[in-house]
């Protein structure tokens, strides 16, 4: 198997795609997406004040990708201006603090690809970086290095929503590809890797996580 970290390359399709909606939501997923990658590329050398700053200018950027993708440009400005304020509303929750800033070993959209039960896997991997250890009932704000945190950005919403009966029933859906993930970490790193997975969403400012 390999890796690499460039984040331009196009990914082939794969077994394990990302669940995207209709064309308007994959692009607000894809615009958060990038702006969380160029916080965390902002965050390696600069404090979350400045960061916020820094990120207001891709706006335009953003919204020049969005109408490239053949979307009318009042949609696209719509929603390159609504993904700005995920992203920058994000930057005040402390988990998505935690899961942005620099850590060991962290990269953004990166690539992998190798043997997943018998089949040739490809994938992109928003968020991932080694931190410590933490029950299952806390926030997992820890620093160290003994596991392999492996994150992945939906940005799926629900009204008034209930995380005790909501986040279980995403989980089932999105589940899949974080253990396709795992299993392409443990081909670089080991069987014996320690792994946490989890899913942050953005609208909702939630995170799910698990061990696998």
Not at 31 to 58: C, G, I, N, P, Y
């Amino acid at each position: 198997p390999e890796s690499t970290g460039s984040p331009s390359q196009s990914i082939p399709s794969r077994p394990y795609a990302r669940h995207e909606g209709g064309q308007l939501p994959r692009a607000l997923g894809t615009a958060v997406h990038a702006l969380f990658e160029e916080l965390a590329r902002l965050r390696a050398t600069s404090d979350w004040k400045t960061s916020r700053t820094s990120l207001r200018q891709f706006e335009p950027r953003i919204a020049a990708q969005i109408r490239a993708a053949g979307i009318a440009p009042p949609q696209a400005a719509r929603i390159a201006a609504e993904a700005l304020q995920l992203a920058l509303s994000a930057t005040n929750d402390p988990v998505a603090q935690w899961i942005l800033a620099p850590h060991p070993e962290a990269a953004s959209e990166v690539a992998w690809s190798g043997v997943v039960n018998g089949a040739l896997a490809q994938v992109r991997v928003d968020r991932v970086f080694r931190a410590g250890l933490v029950p299952q009932s806390e926030d997992p704000q820890s620093k160290g290095k003994q596991a392999w945190w492996i994150f992945d950005f939906k940005t799926a919403h629900a009204e008034s929503v209930d995380p005790a009966s909501t986040l279980p029933k995403l989980r089932i859906i999105f589940a899949p590809q974080l253990e396709a993930y795992a299993a392409l970490l443990r081909n670089l790193h080991g069987r014996d890797a320690v792994i946490r997975a989890g899913l942050y969403y953005p609208r909702m400012l939630l995170l799910d996580w698990w061990e696998l």
